[in-house]
C-alpha cells in the first residue's frame, strides 16, 4: 500500500510538473532549443526549490507568471492534499474516525 501511494503522489506531482511546462511552452512559444529552460522553471516552481537559470522569469509573460505562480502554490500544498480536496465530498469531517469516549470521575 505504501509503495502504491508513493506512486500515485510521484506520478500526480509529476504529471502537474509537465502540465505546467507545456502550459507555459504554449504561452512563450520558445524557439528552436528554448524549451528546457522554460521546463526548468515549471519544475522548479512545483517543486519550491527557488532555483532558477538568471534571467529566464523576468523575461516571461504575465500569464506565464500567473501560470507559474498556480505551480508554486498547487507544488507548496502537495499532491496528496490537492487530490484529497479536489475528489472529496465538499464536506471537511471524516466520518471514518472514532474518537475514544470516556466517563471521566471527578472527586
Known amino acids: 500500500r505504501a509503495v502504491n501511494d508513493a506512486l500515485a503522489v510521484f506520478a500526480f506531482g509529476l ?5 505546467t511546462a507545456f502550459a507555459v511552452m504554449a504561452i512563450e512559444r520558445p524557439a528552436g ?7 526548468f522553471e515549471a519544475v522548479s516552481a512545483y517543486s519550491n526549490n527557488g532555483l532558477s537559470l538568471g534571467s529566464t522569469t523576468a523575461s516571461l509573460s504575465v500569464a506565464s507568471r500567473l501560470v507559474l505562480c498556480a505551480a508554486m502554490f498547487a507544488g507548496r500544498l502537495g499532491p496528496a492534499t490537492l487530490a484529497w480536496t479536489l475528489a472529496g465530498d465538499g464536506s471537511l469531517a471524516d466520518r471514518s474516525k472514532r474518537y475514544p469516549e470516556e466517563n471521566v470521575v471527578i472527586g
Open 15 to 19: 504529471a502537474a510538473a509537465l502540465a
Open 33 to 39: 532549443g528554448g524549451a528546457f529552460p522554460l521546463l
